[in-house]
C-alpha cells in the first residue's frame, strides 16, 4: 500500500466496484446486499486509515502526490493528493460513510438500486476530497449529484420530489458558475511562466499564479464572487440555504446523516481549495461581508431552528446555524493600512476552529439526524409536540441521543465547543461588535437544543400516535449511536491531538501564502492608480 496512486485511487473507486459487483446478488438476497455494501464501506474506511499512518503532520504541503496525464490535449491530468485541509474530511467521510451504511437497515424497497447509489455516491464525495486537477474536482462534484438526487427522489417521504428537483436546480446553478470561474482560470492561465505559458487546469500551479499576483484584481473579484456562490449554496449559507430543510425533511436517515455529515462540508472544503487560493485578493475585498454573512447564518439559523414544531427540520436549521461558524472563521482576514495582514494568528485560530467545526458539526449532526431516524421508524412522525417521556420508554436512546445533542449545543469537553470557541476567540480582534454578536448566539443554541431535549425526551409522558411501537432500540442502532457519542467526547477531550495537529501547518501554509498573494496584486493596483493620477 505504499504506492500513494493505488491507495488513493482505491479509496475513491472501491466503492463504484462494490456498487457493480452488487448486480450479481440475488434480488432476494437483501440482508446480503446490505453486508457486502457495510464491508465495502469498512473497507474504505480502512484505506482513509492507511492514508493517515502515512501522513507527515509536520508537512504543510500537498504529500502522496499523483499526476498522470487524462486528457493531455487539454492539460487535463488524473491529479490526486491529501494535505491538512483534506485528510480530516477524508476520514470523516470513509467514518460517517460505513455508519451511514450501517443505519440504512431501515431501507426497506428496491434495496440493491438504494446501495449501488449510495456506493457511488461514496465515490463522488471521496474524489472531491482528494482530487487537485480543477476539471477532475467538477467531475466528482457533478458525480455526486445524480445519486443524490435519486436518493432523496425515490427513497424519500411524501414530498420527496419537490426536494429531489430543488436539490438538483440549486446545486447545478452552483456548478455552473463554478464552471464559468474554471474556464476563467485556465484560459488566463496561459500567460504566465508557472503553467509553462499553456492553459491549465492545475489546482496547486493556479494557487502558484494566484500567489504571484498573475490574475488582476478585477478578475479575481468576480472568479471569487462566482466561486464563492456556488460553494456556499453547499454549505449552505443565508440566503442560498433553503433547499436544505427540504432535502433534509423528506431525505431517508442514513442519506440525512451523509448530507450533514459529509455534503455540506464540500462547501467548505470549495472555499478553502479553490475559492480562497486561487482568489486571494478577491478573498479580502469580500472579506467583510463573509464574516457578515457567517454572523448573521448563525443567528438566523438559530432563530429558524426554535420556530420548528418538525424535529428533523428543526435539526436542519441547525446546520445552517452551525456552518455559519464555518465561514466566519475562514474569512476573519483583517488587513493594516500599509496592506500587511494584521494579527495572521488570529486568523488561523479562525482558520482552525473552521475545520474543526466542521468535523464535529459532522459528527454531531449525523447522530442528531440519526436520532431522529430511530424514533421515526417506531412511531412515523416528526411532531416536537406529541413527544415527551421517552426517557422512561427508551433510556439507552435518550441517554446518547442526550450526550449527542450536547455536542451539537457546543457543550465544553464534547465535539461542538472547540470549533466555536476558536471562530469566536479569532473574530474578537476582526470586529468586537461582531464577536459579540457570534458569542451570543451561543444562547440561542443552547436555546432550542436544551428545549427540544426538554419536549422529546423528558415531560410526563408520550403523546403521540403508535406509542406501543416504542421499544428499545436494536444492536445495530447502539452501535451507530454509540459510536458517534463516543467521538463527540474524543474530540472533544483530545481536540488536537486528533485533529488540530494534522491541519495545523497547511493552515499555515495557507494563511502565509494568500497573504503573500494578495500583496503582490495589491502592489499593481496601486501603481495603476498613482499612474491614473
Not at 492539460?75 to 440504512?104: E, K, R
Not at 437497515?105 to 434495496?111: Q, Y
Not at 484584481?217 to 471569487?224: N, R, V
Request: charged share 10%; proline share 4%; net charge neutral.
Amino acid at each position: 500500500m505504499s504506492n500513494p496512486a493505488f491507495l488513493l485511487s482505491a479509496t475513491i473507486f472501491l466503492p463504484t466496484l462494490g456498487a457493480l459487483f452488487l448486480m450479481v446478488f440475488d434480488k432476494k438476497a437483501e440482508d446480503a446486499m446490505r453486508n457486502f455494501a457495510l464491508v465495502i464501506t469498512a473497507v474504505t474506511f480502512g484505506l482513509t486509515l492507511l492514508i493517515l499512518q502515512q501522513f507527515d503532520r509536520s508537512e504543510g504541503g500537498i504529500q502522496m502526490a499523483v499526476s498522470i496525464p487524462w486528457v493531455p490535449t487539454w492539460n487535463i491530468n488524473y491529479q490526486l493528493g491529501v494535505d491538512g485541509l483534506s485528510l480530516p474530511l477524508v476520514l470523516l467521510t470513509g467514518l460517517i460513510s460505513m455508519l451511514s451504511c450501517l443505519a440504512s437497515w431501515s431501507i426497506k424497497t428496491k434495496v440493491r438500486g438504494f446501495l449501488m447509489l449510495f456506493l457511488i455516491l461514496e465515490t463522488g464525495m471521496m474524489g472531491v476530497f482528494l482530487a487537485l486537477d480543477f476539471f477532475l474536482f467538477y467531475v466528482f462534484w457533478e458525480v455526486m449529484l445524480l445519486p443524490m438526487y435519486f436518493l432523496i427522489g425515490v427513497w424519500g417521504g411524501p414530498r420527496r420530489e419537490y426536494a429531489a428537483i430543488k436539490f438538483f436546480l440549486y446545486t447545478l446553478f452552483g456548478s455552473v458558475l463554478m464552471l464559468i470561474a474554471m474556464l476563467m482560470f485556465y484560459f488566463n492561465s496561459a500567460s504566465s511562466e508557472i503553467a509553462g505559458n499553456e492553459s491549465i487546469f492545475d489546482l496547486l500551479k493556479l494557487a502558484e499564479i494566484a500567489k504571484v499576483g498573475g490574475f488582476d484584481a478585477t478578475m479575481q473579484i468576480f472568479a471569487f464572487i462566482l466561486l464563492f456562490i456556488g460553494f456556499a449554496i453547499k454549505l449552505p449559507s443565508f440566503p442560498v440555504h433553503t433547499w436544505l430543510p427540504d432535502a433534509h425533511v423528506e431525505a431517508p436517515t442514513p442519506i440525512s446523516m451523509i448530507l450533514a455529515g459529509v455534503l455540506l462540508k464540500m462547501g467548505g472544503y470549495g472555499i478553502l481549495r479553490i475559492a480562497m487560493p486561487l482568489c486571494p485578493y478577491g478573498t479580502q475585498y469580500a472579506a467583510y461581508a463573509l464574516v457578515a454573512l457567517g454572523v448573521f447564518s448563525i443567528v438566523y439559523g438559530a432563530f429558524a431552528a426554535m420556530a420548528q414544531t418538525d424535529f428533523k427540520r428543526l435539526v436542519a436549521y441547525s446546520s445552517v446555524s452551525h456552518m455559519g461558524y464555518v465561514l466566519v472563521g475562514m474569512a476573519v482576514w483583517k488587513i493594516s493600512e500599509t496592506g500587511a495582514t494584521e494579527n495572521l494568528n488570529f486568523w488561523q485560530l479562525g482558520m482552525a476552529g473552521a475545520m474543526f467545526q466542521m468535523i464535529g458539526h459532522g459528527i454531531s449532526s449525523a447522530g442528531m439526524f440519526f436520532m431522529v431516524g430511530v424514533i421515526y421508524d417506531r412511531v412515523h412522525h416528526r411532531d416536537l409536540n406529541k413527544f415527551g417521556g421517552l426517557m422512561q420508554l427508551m433510556p439507552l436512546y435518550s441517554g446518547l441521543a442526550v450526550i449527542i445533542f450536547f455536542a451539537g449545543l457546543g457543550l465544553p469537553g464534547l465535539c461542538g465547543f472547540i470549533g466555536e470557541v476558536f471562530v469566536v476567540l479569532s473574530i474578537w480582534s476582526y470586529s468586537p461588535l461582531l464577536a459579540i454578536i457570534t458569542a451570543s448566539a451561543v444562547i440561542l443554541t443552547a436555546g432550542y437544543i436544551l428545549w427540544t431535549i426538554q419536549r422529546v425526551y423528558l415531560g410526563p409522558e408520550y403523546k403521540g400516535p403508535h406509542k406501543e411501537e416504542i421499544v428499545p432500540i436494536t444492536s445495530r442502532e447502539t452501535t451507530v449511536a454509540a459510536s458517534l457519542a463516543v467521538l463527540a467526547v474524543l474530540l472533544g477531550i483530545f481536540p488536537y491531538q486528533l485533529v488540530l495537529n494534522l491541519m495545523d501547518a497547511s493552515i499555515a501554509q495557507l494563511t502565509v501564502s494568500l497573504s503573500e498573494g494578495y500583496a503582490a496584486v495589491q502592489e499593481t493596483v496601486t501603481a495603476v492608480t498613482q499612474l491614473s493620477r
